[in-house]
């Protein structure tokens, strides 16, 4: 979705009285880069200024940032200070492995800065994932200086009881505020959200149709309607909610390319394989690149195999993109014959230390292949500071050098090279690659306009080497 898809309805959803508005973060910055041609942070401040009463509210994935590698302290501190100056107010920060090691940096930062570092449980359901033991992890993240505490429920598996218990759990032991973020996908969204807010849970994450229910979050008007008659329910103005709803369907059908009715479905399926809803959603397609389309249930029964054997990881970014590239190579080439270099790093304790222990034999192929042992310090203390490093890349290739373009370049090189380039062309007067600055219709009109997608011949597939993803072009020459 473009800036200017979004801006239309901003000014509406600022002035209803939500806590909070999810404009930023997460995948949202990569696709603005690799898809949109679009400066992340102009969209940011575009979106504070159409939105200025109600807090923004951005996911952070710890010492990743928003990437899928770690990267060292000093480039965290720098992007978390420029994304709370562009206006961000509520950071989301969680670690894939709930390894608070990788959090510390990020929450500091974001209390250095004066905003509310809102601490994440990734939950998930394991052996080693008990209710105790995410009240511990909510007890520490207090202890650490967050402001509030996230539930992050990615795939949105757990059960309106667990919800009731873990928030009850929760309220006896915190003191700081409770969100609970749930996805629709097994449809226990809303009965989960409903335990939740008897239970005392301070807010719940919604989203709008036709962008909700299915993988996203339970839709606005149906909570309301679930809550008609709680004590805690709360007041919106259902006309106005109405309104968006036809405007985002015009918006969804200018962005059909990228939909699917199967990423909306209720699937039961889910609590057994614990996907998450942004997975499941480009998984299919991912599979198809792969010429795999006809294994897509074989693949997915393997997930849990692979992430049992990864010492019980959470599938949320980045170890679901790891466990399902794994559960797809076991599939195609033979149960652990090869094993990806993330997969080796999880396994290594790269990403940090995992919540159950890794499959020995796993372990002993990966020490085999790589010739090297398992770390037990905290990936980032391994790291050496590399925010000059990027600078000086910066400047060597003619980019801005600005802590907002460094940081930028230091997850996305190859893309915030390539929007400068743009830039470049569209100021000297050539028109611009990408149809982002195409008008959005009013809220309420009928979308016309297609969604801009950038074009190319052949298979566009996204490889992950030493833990950086790169964009390739697979051609097939004739000749």
Not at 245 to 270: C, M
Request: charged content about 20%; overall charge neutral.
């Amino acid at each position: 979705m473009t800036t200017p898809q979004m801006l239309p309805a901003a000014p509406i959803l600022d002035g209803m009285g939500f806590h909070g508005l999810e404009t930023w973060g997460g995948a949202t910055i990569d696709s603005c880069l690799r898809y949109l041609d679009e400066n992340p942070f102009e969209r940011l401040r575009q979106l504070k200024k159409a939105a200025p009463k109600t807090p923004h509210i951005m996911l952070l994935r710890g010492q990743n940032i928003v990437q899928y590698a770690s990267f060292p302290d000093d480039v965290v501190e720098a992007f978390v200070r420029c994304t709370c100056a562009a206006g961000m107010d509520v950071l989301r920060i969680f670690d894939a492995l709930n390894d608070v090691r990788n959090l510390t940096t990020a929450i500091k930062a974001v209390k250095a800065q004066g905003k509310h570092a809102r601490g994440e449980l990734c939950y998930t359901i394991s052996p080693v994932h008990t209710i105790d033991n995410f009240v511990k992890m909510g007890v520490e993240l207090e202890q650490m200086g967050c402001d509030s505490i996230g539930i992050k429920d990615m795939s949105g598996i757990i059960q309106p009881r667990v919800a009731f218990d873990l928030v009850k759990q929760l309220k006896g032991k915190i003191g700081i505020p409770i969100t609970l973020h749930t996805h629709d996908t097994a449809g226990l969204g809303a009965a989960s959200y409903v335990a939740a807010i008897d239970a005392g849970v301070d807010a719940v994450e919604v989203s709008i149709v036709p962008f909700a229910n299915g993988t996203s979050q339970p839709d606005t008007q149906r909570m309301l309607a679930l809550l008609e008659g709680n004590p805690r329910a709360p007041k919106f103005d259902t006309q106005k909610l109405s309104e968006l709803r036809t405007y985002f369907e015009g918006v969804y059908q200018q962005l059909s390319k990228f939909t699917s009715p199967a990423n909306e479905r209720v699937d039961s399926d889910i609590l057994i394989y614990q996907v998450p809803g942004g997975m499941l959603s480009n998984f299919r397609n991912q599979l198809k690149e792969q010429g795999m389309a006809e294994k897509f249930d074989e693949v997915v029964r393997e997930i849990p195999v692979v992430r049992e054997a990864l010492g019980w990881v959470p599938l949320v970014t980045p170890t679901s993109q790891i466990v399902g590239t794994q559960a797809m190579m076991n599939v195609k080439f033979g149960r652990w014959k090869m094993v990806c270099q993330p997969a080796q790093d999880i396994a290594l304790g790269k990403y940090g230390k995992t919540p159950g222990p890794i499959d020995p034999g796993v372990l002993a192929q990966v020490e085999r292949q790589t010739g090297k042992k398992p770390v037990t310090e905290r990936p980032a203390d391994l790291l050496e500071p590399g925010l000059e490093k990027y600078r000086k890349q910066c400047a060597e290739k003619g980019l801005p050098t600005d802590d907002e373009t460094v940081v930028m370049f230091a997850m996305f090189p190859q893309q915030v090279e390539a929007l400068y380039k743009t830039s470049a062309k569209a100021a000297a007067g050539a028109a611009p690659a990408s149809a982002a600055a195409a008008a959005a219709p009013a809220v309420g009109s009928p979308a016309a306009a297609s969604s801009p997608a950038r074009p190319g011949n052949g298979r566009r597939l996204t490889l992950t080497l030493n833990g950086k993803r790169h964009d390739v072009v697979v051609e097939t020459l004739e000749g």
